[in-house]
């Protein structure tokens, strides 16, 4: 590869600021990370997976140290911070579901912060890291990878704020005709703003990136499209069963979005929101952040990092949809959701369909309201 390949790429050039920069980060992360886990065990928290996760973490530390001072192989050092790194999101994770926030008052503010989600979030950050350094990412490519998840995800930010304002101009005909709308007329401004607000971000970003409608990828259904959507919903109704199960044999609850409760109060929405998830939600939110998220992350990441930094933007946005409960049942509801949307990436990476995700995505959210009938 020629020097401007190499950099273009964002690899590691050879200098050596460059070169340490990665390792440097992940020493910074994963000491952050023993330390949100040792102070809640100083302040009394007993739960052993504190202990290991904070181990982990240690791990991590000396592993990107020794990269650091170039003692150790990035082939071999990358695969182990990442994989420490991981064990700690999956052990703070759990204390987290179990009730144990590790919560510590801010000197001078006030303010309580649970180190424990802090362990999580920035253990999270040392699992791509500790790949990227695995890779060969140089300190300019993995600046340029966080810039450009940063600006996916004010984009997918966007796309919130953009339906709450379609639904300011969607309603506004009904209250001039018919004055304060019922639930069933909400119902249907909800999801007719749903797809406006998305479709208008998704064409306005298009257009500032002057690409045209030969950027979407939509084509014409055949047997293999038939099998793709068939074997996708059976792949994600069992990941959610199996997720599901699983959490119920470790104690785990999640927290109820917040659609499902207006369905359970009000059945009689289900006439609108069944067929709204397959007419559009699942075009609509795949439309947005597979096929223009996802496919734009492929020019800086690997396809299957995108798929997961996809699937990262699409979780977050989805918070405010699920904070009808604690913090403990949120984090375990949006773990499943990333699960799913790991499923849909994949499958849209796979096929290079929109059609098939939209799909898929579409009728599981139709199935899982069909059970509240």
């Keep these: 590869m020629s020097d401007t390949a190499r950099a273009a790429d964002g690899r590691d050039d050879g200098d050596s600021f460059s070169s340490a920069a990665v390792p440097t980060v992940g020493t910074v992360l994963s000491a952050v990370t023993v330390a949100a886990l040792l102070v809640p065990v100083r302040h009394g928290a007993d739960d052993p997976g504190l202990w290991i996760g904070a181990a982990a973490a240690l791990v991590a530390t000396g592993v990107f140290l020794g990269r650091r001072h170039d003692v150790l192989e990035r082939r071999l050092a990358g695969p182990v911070a990442a994989g420490a790194s991981f064990l700690v999101v999956v052990l703070s994770g759990y204390a987290i579901t179990q009730g144990v926030l590790g919560s510590v008052v801010v000197p001078g503010l006030e303010w309580s912060v649970s180190l424990l989600f802090v362990a999580f979030f920035v253990a999270s950050g040392g699992v791509g890291v500790g790949i990227a350094d695995y890779a060969g990412v140089s300190g300019r490519g993995l600046k340029h990878r966080l810039a450009r998840s940063t600006e996916m995800l004010l984009l997918a930010g966007i796309g919130l704020f953009a339906i709450s304002v379609a639904s300011l101009f ?64 059976i792949l994600i109704l069992a990941a959610n069963l ?79 949809a699920y904070a009808t409960a604690g913090a403990d049942q949120i984090l375990a509801s949006l773990s499943l959701l990333f699960v799913l949307s790991l499923i849909l990436g994949t499958i849209y990476e796979r096929t290079d369909n929109l059609l098939v995700p939209a799909l898929v995505h579409g009728c599981y959210n139709a199935a899982i309201f069909l059970t509240l009938l």
Excluded at 198 to 208: E, Q
Excluded at 209 to 228: A, K, Q
Excluded at 266 to 291: H, Q, S, T
């Design 170 to 233: 969607v309603a506004l005909p009904v209250f001039l005709v018919a004055g304060e709308p019922t639930d069933f007329q909400w119902t249907i401004i909800e999801y007719v703003s749903f797809a406006v607000g998305l479709g208008a971000v998704t064409a306005g970003y298009l257009a500032l990136r002057d690409h045209d409608v030969s950027f979407i990828d939509l084509e014409r259904p055949t047997l293999r499209t038939v099998g793709w959507i068939v074997g996708g919903l």
């Design 242 to 320: 199996g997720v599901s199960a699983l959490m119920t044999v470790f104690g785990i609850e999640g927290s109820e979005h917040t659609t499902t409760q207006q369905a359970a109060e009000n059945p009689d929405l289900l006439l609108v929101i069944i067929p709204a998830m397959v007419l559009f939600v699942g075009p609509f939110e795949e439309l947005l952040y597979r096929n223009v998220i996802q496919k734009t992350l492929y020019g800086t990441f690997s396809r299957y990092g995108a798929v997961v930094v996809a699937s990262v933007v699409f979780t977050a946005v989805h918070i405010s």
